[in-house]
């Protein structure tokens, strides 16, 4: 069948379950996926074989070298005069004010001026991007000058922060299509694009890894253990997550959190949960593969999302699969798949009042009702979020796209 590329910025990496779990299913339908990622992820995220495997047979369009780079540049000026002036003048345009603004197109003009050159090596039939970043605007123009159809899957929420920075509307227009993961999300790329690209805008739901579908589900346990699995950013709402573990404390409440994650955040939450004096009630994991972050959502009460923005966390679902009940903070589309009082509790984002009483709620429910909840959260993710037929409709649209 089809050759596919698949390119992100950083692939590899344990939070790109979603993704990995999509290559999976269409290699297993029969199409070659070659994969790159713009630079090498950290060490740190190499968790898993099945991660590590992924990262080994990735290409790194950085770490080819600044010789390489600019060769391609060099021989593509050349070799496709017309090709690379249109690149050229592509990336111009997306550029934004300030020098900056203007300097990044041209390192991405660069930068895909090499993949432009491995993808034909390979023999790719079509390139698909996730994320609508910096990836996103190097498969635009790799494009552009290699004549190879681009598709991309825009997560959110940060590419509907800042839009025309990104160039969002113009990296639509250019794709033969674009997906989105959620209802929520397509309605904000259909506010960023124009009205007559709306109709090659899909929404396909991001799917269950392969260790989380269909799962034996287990009854919740009588344990104080909540989790949260997140990379440790500004928007994932941890500091108010930690004082409300603290007010619980203080409170008399018996409470455990289990912080699977990293990232840049991790010494404030560490300054965070020192000034709370939260030490004893939560525990900070790391990186975890997908088979321990099981084990760790099996052995807990249920599962917290105190996130500000977000497009349609795979941790969510993966939770609400193993028949946890959730809390979650009611942005971007986590009502699509939560309803509250049914699956858990949904709050207001940012309220550390609102996010403390929902928690204590789910400490003082019955397991009986805590399970109930989590029973009916994993009917509705398994029937909504079933990877075999997202990449069978993705499949499709790859198919249709040459």
């Given at each position: 069948?089809?050759?596919?590329?698949?390119?992100?910025?950083?692939?590899?990496?344990?939070?790109?379950?979603?993704?990995?779990?999509?290559?999976?299913?269409?290699?297993?339908?029969?199409?070659?996926?070659?994969?790159?990622?713009?630079?090498?992820?950290?060490?740190?995220?190499?968790?898993?074989?099945?991660?590590?495997?992924?990262?080994r047979?990735?290409?790194?369009?950085?770490?080819?070298?600044?010789?390489?780079?600019?060769?391609?540049?060099?021989l593509?000026?050349?070799?496709?005069?017309?090709r690379?002036?249109?690149?050229?003048?592509?990336?111009?345009?997306?550029?934004?004010?300030g020098?900056?603004?203007?300097?990044?197109?041209?390192?991405?003009?660069?930068?895909?001026?090499?993949?432009?050159?491995?993808?034909?090596?390979?023999?790719?039939?079509?390139?698909?991007?996730?994320?609508?970043?910096n990836?996103?605007?190097?498969?635009?123009?790799?494009?552009?000058?290699?004549?190879?159809?681009?598709?991309?899957?825009?997560?959110?929420?940060?590419?509907?922060?800042?839009?025309?920075?990104?160039?969002?509307?113009e990296?639509?227009?250019?794709?033969?299509?674009?997906?989105?993961i959620?209802?929520?999300?397509?309605?904000?790329?259909?506010?960023?694009?124009?009205?007559?690209?709306?109709p090659?805008i899909?929404?396909?739901?991001?799917?269950?890894?392969?260790?989380?579908?269909?799962?034996?589900?287990t009854?919740?346990?009588d344990?104080?253990?909540i989790?949260?699995?997140?990379?440790?950013?500004?928007?994932?709402?941890?500091?108010?997550?930690?004082?409300?573990?603290?007010?619980?404390?203080k409170?008399?409440?018996?409470?455990?959190?289990?912080?699977?994650?990293?990232?840049p955040?991790r010494?404030?939450i560490?300054?965070?949960?020192?000034?709370?004096?939260?030490?004893?009630?939560?525990?900070?994991?790391?990186?975890?593969?997908s088979?321990?972050?099981?084990?760790?959502?099996?052995?807990?009460?249920?599962?917290?999302?105190?996130?500000f923005?977000?497009?349609l966390?795979?941790?969510?679902?993966?939770?609400?699969?193993?028949?946890?009940?959730v809390?979650?903070?009611?942005?971007?589309?986590?009502?699509?798949l939560?309803?509250?009082?049914?699956?858990?509790?949904?709050?207001?984002?940012?309220?550390?009042?609102?996010l403390?009483?929902?928690?204590?709620?789910?400490?003082?429910?019955?397991?009986?009702?805590?399970?109930?909840?989590?029973s009916?959260?994993s009917?509705?993710?398994?029937e909504?979020?079933?990877?075999?037929?997202?990449?069978?409709?993705?499949?499709?649209?790859?198919?249709?796209?040459v």
């Amino acid at each position: 069948m089809m050759t596919i590329a698949y390119l992100t910025s950083q692939y590899g990496r344990a939070g790109d379950t979603f993704i990995r779990g999509e290559v999976e299913h269409l290699r297993i339908l029969g199409f070659a996926v070659e994969t790159f990622s713009v630079r090498a992820p950290s060490e740190r995220e190499l968790v898993s074989d099945v991660i590590l495997r992924e990262r080994r047979a990735t290409e790194d369009i950085l770490g080819a070298g600044l010789f390489s780079l600019i060769g391609s540049a060099l021989l593509l000026a050349i070799s496709r005069p017309k090709r690379f002036g249109k690149a050229t003048n592509l990336a111009i345009r997306i550029g934004y004010p300030g020098f900056r603004g203007r300097l990044w197109p041209m390192a991405y003009l660069v930068e895909a001026c090499l993949l432009a050159r491995r993808m034909q090596a390979k023999g790719v039939d079509h390139l698909h991007n996730h994320l609508g970043q910096n990836s996103a605007a190097v498969a635009m123009l790799a494009s552009v000058l290699s004549g190879i159809p681009y598709s991309l899957t825009i997560h959110g929420p940060s590419e509907f922060d800042t839009p025309l920075t990104l160039a969002l509307k113009e990296k639509i227009a250019q794709s033969r299509f674009t997906v989105a993961i959620s209802d929520f999300g397509r309605s904000q790329l259909m506010r960023w694009s124009a009205a007559k690209h709306w109709p090659k805008i899909y929404v396909i739901r991001c799917g269950l890894p392969s260790d989380f579908e269909l799962p034996t589900a287990t009854a919740v346990p009588d344990v104080p253990r909540i989790v949260y699995v997140a990379r440790f950013v500004e928007e994932k709402g941890h500091l108010v997550l930690i004082a409300a573990i603290a007010r619980l404390a203080k409170a008399g409440k018996n409470v455990e959190l289990c912080l699977v994650g990293d990232g840049p955040l991790r010494t404030v939450i560490e300054m965070a949960i020192a000034q709370n004096n939260a030490e004893q009630y939560i525990k900070l994991l790391g990186w975890k593969s997908s088979k321990d972050v099981l084990q760790i959502i099996e052995s807990s009460r249920g599962f917290v999302l105190p996130s500000f923005a977000e497009g349609l966390p795979v941790s969510l679902m993966e939770a609400m699969a193993l028949a946890r009940p959730v809390v979650g903070t009611n942005v971007g589309a986590v009502s699509e798949l939560v309803e509250n009082g049914r699956h858990g509790w949904l709050v207001p984002a940012g309220s550390v009042e609102s996010l403390t009483a929902a928690i204590g709620e789910m400490l003082d429910a019955p397991v009986e009702v805590l399970t109930k909840m989590g029973s009916e959260g994993s009917k509705r993710v398994i029937e909504r979020h079933n990877a075999r037929l997202g990449a069978q409709r993705l499949a499709s649209l790859f198919m249709g796209s040459v």
